[in-house]
């Protein structure tokens, strides 16, 4: 469970990293980046949640929580950030990055639960 909170740390600071700094830069002198600097942060987010709750002394099935992760970050793409956020429009490539995302630390967090890092 330690190795989670790590992997969670690390993955927040790789989250700061692209959410503030990169994406400033890339935002303010007009650079195409292949769409990293937009869908990152949506990347990132599914990590974050899946390693936070890996982290916890609660077992989860990894399929599972991959699932409802993903489907909520669906739900706040489709239906809440256009509340919350004056302007915000659906991007199906942060929906894309979500899912990349989703299948890639499953088969992460199979691995790291079968060899037991």
Request: hydrophobic share 55%; net charge positive.
């Amino acid at each position: 469970m330690k190795k989670y909170l790590v992997f969670f740390i690390v993955t927040l600071l790789i989250f700061l990293f692209f959410r503030l700094p990169y994406r400033n830069y890339i935002y303010s002198n007009d650079i195409f980046d292949f769409f990293i600097a937009d869908t990152a942060p949506n990347f990132l987010t599914i990590y974050l949640f899946v390693f936070l709750k890996k982290s916890q002394k609660i077992k989860y099935n990894n399929l599972v929580l991959i699932i409802f992760s993903f489907l909520g970050l669906v739900i706040y793409e489709l239906f809440i950030q256009v509340h919350i956020y004056k302007g915000a429009r659906i991007d199906l490539l942060d929906i894309l990055a979500s899912l990349i995302a989703s299948i890639s630390v499953y088969f992460i967090c199979e691995k790291i639960d079968e060899i037991g890092i």
